[in-house]
Nanobody
């Protein structure tokens, strides 16, 4: 059974930090590219970051570049999103996504709220 389970969301003040985790099971983790996406209140789904297989190639949306860092630990089948200098506009449900040429998987999402 394929599962992607996000964790680490919560309430944080502007300027603060959070680290999201997404633990995977049920497929070969090292063979997938991994992404984080988010959906803010009243907004569409926004891609924010991706890490390719091997972990050396990472990509970021302009809205988070320099503030967020994506990483993967294939031994733990987990992808992370370190978020710093958080802003109220970062408030959203954050989803992880795993994909390769055969399939695509989604997590259930974790809520991040940036507010004072």
């Amino acid at each position: 059974q394929v599962q992607l389970v996000e964790s680490g969301g919560g309430l944080v003040q502007p300027g603060g930090s959070l680290k999201l985790s997404c633990a995977a099971s049920g497929f070969t983790f090292s063979n997938v590219a991994l992404s984080w996406l988010r959906q803010g209140p009243g907004k569409g789904l926004e891609w924010i970051s991706e890490v390719l297989t091997g972990g050396s190639n990472t990509y970021y949306a302009d809205s988070v570049k320099g503030r967020f860092t994506i990483s993967r630990d294939d031994a733990k089948s987990t992808v992370y999103l370190q978020m710093s200098s958080l802003k109220p506009e970062d408030t959203a449900v954050y989803y992880c996504n795993a994909r390769n040429w055969q399939a695509e998987y989604w997590g259930q999402g974790t809520q991040v709220t940036v507010s004072s």
